[in-house]
């Protein structure tokens, strides 16, 4: 859990990690719109080249962010092989034809779209994440999209208990491992301690949100968006900029596709 | 007390409580049942009484999380700083009735600690000056202002209270209320907290309500003393009017300070007029000094003697006599790294025979938990080495050595788990593999020892903290381990909880179990331990008897300890009757009320009979 509160931006004042959040979060809406019913593998690959350059711009530490998108990596995967298998698209010539595994040029390429479309949806939400301090987020959320603070910062709150939620679980079998209590390597008995370590921990979160509760009650949060703004999120030209960058570059990947002949919807 | 209070109390009643009760939503009782009750504005207020008397409810319903968050039925009349608490909302009422509550953890939602501060204000729509000023207000006045620009999970828990105070202060609250503010911290966490509560009743001219256990801090703070007890309000009246009274506060189930107890028993011998009673170290001083003839100059400093004053004629046998078997524990050269360059704990050295009774205390991180997870193999020493019984326990299971040495977590929470009272005691023999009659023999002795037979098929969770901590023991018991390691058991109980727990480990070291105590309660290690071992930066610092670490003022300050104010005072009267010349009158380092009442009143009536 201490993975996901670990801080991913190296320099906070690297182009993109000083945009807006609400701009990040714009750019990455318009390369979802674009996306999501493209079907080919050349709009997907040149919208993923521009988001890697992106992120190189964003001050991001490479080593911690490959590490947190290993879910990514393993579902991205996991659709690859699935396509390539089971993939309707059988033109092209034979590249592998084992019994029931029969994979041609035109099965590669589907999977290859399938691995890059999704790869560029997901990447643009995640750095825009990742490249920014979840205080500034929910700032920009409350300022520019007009969420109830009360729920916004909420969730703040919530976000930071989080490695709080980590050590619980260590001590939660620490003191169960003192009682005598070895899972072992039976399957059986190590569901059952699981179970029981996860009820124990989620009674121990409510408890704590109920606490968290009062306690932002107390402190005055309000559904209404009209508190004072101690750290005011600006939106600047380079965010128009930045969002009609993103927006040319989709289209321009787009056009590029169909000009090649390539460009293909989604379900034709 | 403040003086600008008696003024103060005369101006109108900032919180009436007409008639209330209130009742939880699926509770069968009611938290609070027809409370009437009226608190004068500018006055200094201390709410106190068992655990589980509906003093947290009362907290809440002034600021109005009770009924608006906390969902109930509410009936009779509550006006908290001119608001209608059941009509007007939350934020309407969090303007002039400001909230601390327990636990630090929850209660900050910024990112640094200025951010943090600024929220309330913030939230209450003021211009930015305006919450500049008022976090630079706050901040200073709790200490924090150095600290303005530090990530909030920077701080310890002592700052990250006093920040969630400075939060609070900075909504500039007509009333604010700190429901048990140090319940969480350790003594050096706490000490500055207590501080804080102190330099705000001199500063500042709001109505303050503390919600609170220390009988020595309510004596010395308080203007009024409210004890709510079983949801009522038991007493309404001055610390004296409380304290002066043995049977009221026996009857009350509360702890007494221990220079009023002392004072009860030399009124009742007959040897200081009741007029004279003590309620603060400094009456006692005052009071003691001129009858003891040795004129009644106070130090600024208490005075606790030098070791020296150790080779006192009245010292007991030390505790460490030769061993008549092999020791229970035996730690060589322990050394632990958590990750690189972390090092909890470093090179320590300690046998603790069998039958002992040792407490480990020290600040938080001293390492003293540290030490304690190494007995039965929750951790494993980076180096050195560990015996327990004789033999090494560096290849043996922790299972395994859950026979050997208990081990009883601070939050009973974490360590039951099952649906009845009696499968918890059972879990862990089901789980060793031991037959049926024998698990039933076990569970039935084990109940009986911790006195929870009569719950034996109640739910753990439908039990009190004070039975839910004595069942982490009896689920601990079960195995027969010879040794127990008990990690602070009292935090967060009353009175009747804290003589409970420990009358059952006394009864535990008595029936023949070694006992290794972690706690941060002086007055506890003074009563049961027979040693003290003291972690400092995760060394062991000193190793040695109770009388003979409240000797060393300076060991105890490095490791964040203090020293009960019954030793405290014994300290200053020995230091002034030696340098009358009479050296032995008093044992510099007396552990327990009565031992000092005994020494004072021979004392007093011949210095009478002169």
């Known amino acids: 859990m201490s993975i996901v509160a670990e801080p991913l931006v190296d320099n ?192 121990g979160a409510i408890r704590r949100g109920v606490r968290l509760a009062a306690a932002m009650e107390s402190r005055g949060f309000t559904q209404r968006p009209d508190r004072t703004l101690a750290r005011p999120q600006r939106l600047r030209a380079a965010d128009g900029l930045f969002v009609a960058g993103t927006a040319a570059v989709v289209v321009g990947a787009t056009a590029l596709s169909v000009v090649l002949g390539t460009w293909r919807f989604l379900f034709w | ?109 910024g990112r640094t600690v200025e951010e943090d501060a600024a929220v309330g204000p913030a939230n209450l729509g003021c211009p930015r000056g305006v919450v500049r000023r008022r976090v630079d207000e706050a901040l200073a006045m709790v200490g924090l202002s150095d600290l303005a620009t530090r990530p909030t999970d920077q701080l310890s828990g002592g700052e990250s209270q006093r920040l969630a105070i400075a939060g609070i202060l900075a909504m500039e609250p007509r009333v604010l209320v700190l429901d048990e503010p140090t319940s969480e911290l350790d003594p050096a966490g706490a000490a500055t907290v207590v501080d804080l509560v102190r330099r705000l009743a001199r500063e500042q001219a709001r109505t303050i309500v503390l919600v609170g256990h220390d009988p020595d801090l309510i004596a010395g703070w308080a203007d009024l003393v409210v004890v709510v007890r079983e949801g009522a309000v038991a007493f309404v009246g001055t610390p004296r009017e409380l304290y002066r009274d043995p049977d009221r506060v026996c009857g009350l189930g509360l702890p007494a300070p221990q220079v009023t107890e002392l004072g009860w028993r030399l009124v009742a011998s007959g040897v200081l007029p009741a007029d004279d009673l003590p309620f603060t170290l400094a009456d006692a001083e005052r009071v003691l000094l001129p009858r003891l003839a040795v004129g009644s100059t106070i130090p600024a400093q208490p005075a606790v003697p030098a070791p020296a004053a150790n080779t006192s004629p009245r010292r007991p046998a030390d505790v460490r006599t030769p061993p008549p078997t092999t020791p ?101 023999l089901r789980q060793q593999g031991a037959p049926e009659d024998e698990i039933d023999q076990s569970v039935a002795r084990v109940l009986e020892l911790v006195g929870l037979s009569t719950v034996a098929d109640r739910h753990p969770f439908r039990l009190g903290k004070g039975q839910r901590q004595r069942l982490a023991v009896a689920s601990v018991l079960a195995l027969s381990p010879s040794i127990l390691v008990i990690d602070e058991p009292t935090t967060g109980q009353d009175l009747a909880g804290t003589r409970s727990m420990m009358g059952l480990i006394d009864e535990l070291h008595r029936s023949g179990h070694t006992v290794v105590l972690i706690t941060h309660d002086m007055s506890l290690v003074a009563r049961h331990a027979k040693r003290v071992c003291v972690f400092v930066d995760g060394r062991l610092a000193a190793d040695r008897t109770p009388r003979d670490l ?52 021979d004392l007093l009536a011949s210095t009478d009979a002169r």
């Not at chain 2, 809440?60 to 009924?67: C, E, F, K, S, T």
């Not at chain 2, 490791?559 to 032995?584: F, H, M, N, S, Y």
Request: proline content about 6%; aromatic content about 6%.
């Open chain 2, 550 to 601: 409240f000797a060393q003022p300076d060991l105890l300050s490095r490791a964040c300890l203090e020293v009960p104010p019954i030793t405290r005072l014994a300290g200053t009267l020995a230091d002034k009757l030696t340098a009358a010349g009479r050296p032995d009158a008093v044992d510099p380092a007396t552990l327990d009320v009565a031992s000092l009442a005994a020494s004072l009143t």
């Open chain 2, 328 to 428: 229970a524990i035996e730690v060589a050269g322990l050394t632990h790294t958590y990750s690189p360059g972390v090092t909890a704990l470093a090179d320590v050295d300690l046998t603790i025979d069998q039958g002992e009774f040792v407490a480990l205390v020290g600040g938080n991180g001293a390492g003293k938990t540290t030490f304690a997870k190494h007995l039965n193999g929750l951790l494993r020493p980076s180096a050195g080495s560990v015996r327990v019984a004789g033999e090494d326990i560096a290849g043996r299971a922790v299972g395994e050595l859950a026979r050997l040495v208990g081990y009883v977590f601070q939050n009973p929470d974490h360590q039951i788990f099952c649906s009845s009272v009696a499968e918890e005691v059972a879990y862990g």
């Open chain 1, 12 to 203: 906070p004042r690297a182009p993109v990690a000083r945009l807006n959040p609400v701009t990040k979060l714009a750019a990455a809406f318009v390369v979802i719109v674009g996306l999501l019913l493209t079907g080919d593998a050349v709009t997907p690959a040149i919208v993923l080249g521009a988001e890697l350059l992106a992120i190189a711009a964003a001050g991001i530490r490479w080593r911690v962010f490959v590490r947190r998108l290993w879910l990514l990596f393993v579902t991205v995967g996991g659709l690859g092989v699935s396509t390539l298998l089971f993939t309707d698209q059988r033109s092209g010539a034979d590249v592998l034809d084992a019994g029931p595994v029969h994979v041609t040029t035109g099965s590669l390429l589907a999977a290859t779209a399938v691995i890059l479309r999704v790869f560029a949806i997901a990447l643009p939400g995640i750095v825009a994440l990742a490249s920014t301090d979840p205080t500034e987020f929910a700032d920009a959320l409350v300022q520019h999209l007009r969420t109830p603070p009360r729920f916004t910062f909420g969730a703040l709150a919530a976000f930071r208990l989080l490695p709080v939620l980590g050590d619980e679980w260590r001590t939660l079998m620490l003191a169960r491992r003192a009682r005598g209590i070895d899972a072992g390597r039976s399957p059986v008995r190590r569901a059952r301690l699981f179970a029981s370590g996860v009820f124990a921990l989620l009674v």
């Open chain 2, 1 to 109: 007390m403040n003086p600008a209070v008696t003024t103060n109390t005369a101006a109108t009643d900032i919180v009436v409580l007409d008639r209330v009760s209130f009742t939880y939503e699926h509770a069968a009782q009611p938290a609070l049942g027809d409370v009437t009750l009226r608190l004068p504005a500018g006055a200094r207020i201390a709410i106190t009484g068992p655990t589980g008397a509906g003093k947290t409810t009362l907290c809440m319903l002034l600021n109005g999380l009770i009924p608006h968050l906390y969902e109930g039925r509410l009936t009779g009349q509550v006006r908290v700083a001119g608001h209608d608490v059941a009509r007007e909302t939350v934020p309407q009422i969090v303007r002039d009735v400001g909230l601390v509550m327990q636990d630090p953890e929850t209660q900050l939602t």
